[in-house]
């Protein structure tokens, strides 16, 4: 049965992807992201990415235009840097330097002031980022006029890091006994400025098309393809909900947290005995499913889902199984450890006010990778 | 006065990115790319470089729904390969890895016939690349599907790339002397396929509309914005033109030209007679004002524009001084070089059956860059 993110033309387990992988050569089959080895350093690992904001910019857009302020595109900034520099350092990468890629409709969008508000964005995070001692190099990008493709605008970045080979987090080392700590996506750590929903990159669509109020969509026609998928929601963007402790609009729209400058004290702390790292971006909590070799990760710990993710699940009807493959559902963020270093992961989330906790542990596999999650919402098996 | 670009929404000077600039470090501000300092190796600067194919992938897919046929999609995989690469080798760098972004419309365009198109373009790319000794590493790249942003599809990549320090193409040895040498878009090479019409990837959103029958908008809605700016062309895509030597559809998809292969041989037998090099892309003929100080640049021996360039000017009614900006009129790429090595220039060329002539020469500046074009359209100065 296609779920419903399928039905949105959202192809979630990314299946066409494959047509690609054929000529990658991949040093790291069991790492979260691909590795290369540097043709002219062998003892040293290339690892590139490339990813977007998903479809959180046309939520920033109708901000913009339902309030006249380009800083709703601000936050767009964090989300692309975020959704690459995070994959890279799930292998234990040194970011190098960072790319953006902004494709947008002239004739709808105000690339000045666009543009300005991206800056500005970038600058912050790229200023956090190194007053926590992880460096990226901005490289500038290209911004693209494409009225004929873009309906409102698509915020890309990529990114390019290097990793010394015997310094991979390879994700072979994963074994029985280790434990899941988990990041939480929400609240407020001491590098960032104000609460964060936890929302991240990933789900925007059915989030928006299940929250915000129709009228939206027939006020402003290029939020969306024509016709069948309307905007069913009952919210506008700027109600407040005590639930939320923010408005609709703020809690869709707030930047995916920067986990690097924690992670880089993790590595720098615990070293040899973290075993996996992921990042869950698009799998949600099922995106541990990527690495490791025979291991079945077991999450029976999951704190209660922050209050967006309640939101969404009753507004759009989802079952909960597909939930925790489409949102993070809380946790951003997995260090998978061995059990006597998890304490030292935690203390060190805790010294940067991020809630982190043991999740889970891994269990020996039976020949594949599965994940058991055990919630008071059920028990689902994945894949 | 706004060109016809700025009335289709297209800022051919992209005033916006100005914005971004600020946050660049950058070592020569005379050179083609921006290239900064490597922060582990001193001596050694990184190039990093992120395009698009522009609006070409809309030909390709008008193309593919008229024919069922996926494989027009595959040329623009040499399109992106092609904005990257032969931007980054204009300072003189070496290229390490490539990565592509797709955005797409699900509901629209059949993605896994999509990629698999694309990755028989990256293949047959690299493979070529690698016979002539350029080496690019495929780091694979992301698709994201985004049906309420992307009308059709939009195809982009980024490359990253190293160059030694001292063999920096800076652009500031561009002297007074100097010849222009301009290697053709068009016609064929030893290294490709079929015949070229020189188009490239710069000016496809007027070329698609003047030449292009309105009756593919109508059957298409979501080949454009909806409204004003139609499809007013007199052609269907698979007229053969004589004039052309193909159909007009083959014309607009021609993929731009790699010219990695003989720039590499150009500058390992001239090396430091070579002062400039110029990828004429956005900005067409007018591109060599991006590189070197105080000069005037004077282009008196263009050759005749291929025919793909005559026949938009026709159909479009452009003038020409707006032609030579937006289009490269069949010189892709200029090599200014010491006038005794001209001569070695254009035998590398010719050994590549790759077209080329001396297009003009550098005069002192008076005080600024400039261009002068004296064409049997007239004489245009610039900026």
């Not at 543009?115 to 500005?120: G, R």
């Not at 939206?216 to 290029?222: K, M």
Request: glycine residues 12%; proline residues 5%; hydrophobic residues 35%.
């Amino acid at each position: 049965m296609p779920s419903r993110y399928a039905k949105l033309g959202v192809d979630v387990k990314k299946r066409g992807v494959e047509a690609f992988k054929e000529r990658l050569e991949v040093l790291f089959p069991e790492a979260f992201c691909p590795i290369q080895r540097d043709p002219d350093a062998p003892g040293r690992g290339l690892v590139a990415h490339t990813d977007s904001a998903g479809s959180k910019p046309v939520q920033s857009y109708l901000h913009w235009r339902e309030t006249g302020d380009p800083r709703w595109f601000r936050g767009l900034a964090q989300d692309v840097v975020a959704m690459n520099l995070d994959d890279i350092i799930c292998v234990g990468a040194d970011p190098l330097c960072f790319l953006d890629y902004v494709a947008l409709n002239p004739l709808k969008v105000d690339k000045e002031a666009l543009l300005k508000a991206l800056a500005e964005g970038f600058g912050g995070c790229f200023s956090t980022l190194d007053r926590y001692g992880v460096k990226v190099l901005f490289s500038g990008g290209e911004t693209a006029d494409l009225p004929d493709q873009m309906r409102t605008l698509d915020v890309s970045g990529s990114i390019f890091g290097r990793v010394d080979l015997e310094k991979v987090v390879t994700g072979q080392r994963i074994r029985e006994g280790d434990l899941i700590v988990g990041l939480r996506s929400g609240g407020r750590t001491v590098y960032e400025r104000g609460e964060n929903s936890g929302i991240m990159c990933n789900g925007l669509t059915l989030a928006r098309l299940s929250l915000m109020d129709g009228e939206y969509q027939r006020r402003y026609p290029e939020l969306g393809e024509p016709g069948g998928r309307r905007y069913r929601g009952r919210f506008k963007f700027d109600d407040y909900l005590d639930e939320l402790g923010m408005t609709v609009g703020e809690a869709l729209l707030s930047p995916t947290r920067l986990y690097a400058p924690v992670v880089k004290r993790i590595l720098e702390r615990c070293g040899g005995a973290v075993h996996g790292l992921v990042h869950n971006t698009g799998g949600g909590v099922t995106k541990c499913l990527r690495v490791g070799r025979n291991i079945r990760y077991v999450k029976d710990h999951l704190p209660d889902p922050d209050p967006i993710f309640l939101l969404i699940q009753r507004e759009a009807g989802v079952e909960w199984r597909e939930m925790f493959e489409d949102y993070n559902m809380g946790i951003g963020f997995e260090v998978i450890v061995d059990a006597e270093s998890a304490e030292e992961v935690l203390s060190v989330a805790d010294s940067f006010k991020l809630g982190a906790q043991v999740i889970g542990r891994c269990e020996r596999g039976e020949g594949e990778k599965a994940l058991i999650i055990r919630s008071r919402f059920g028990v689902f098996r994945y894949p």
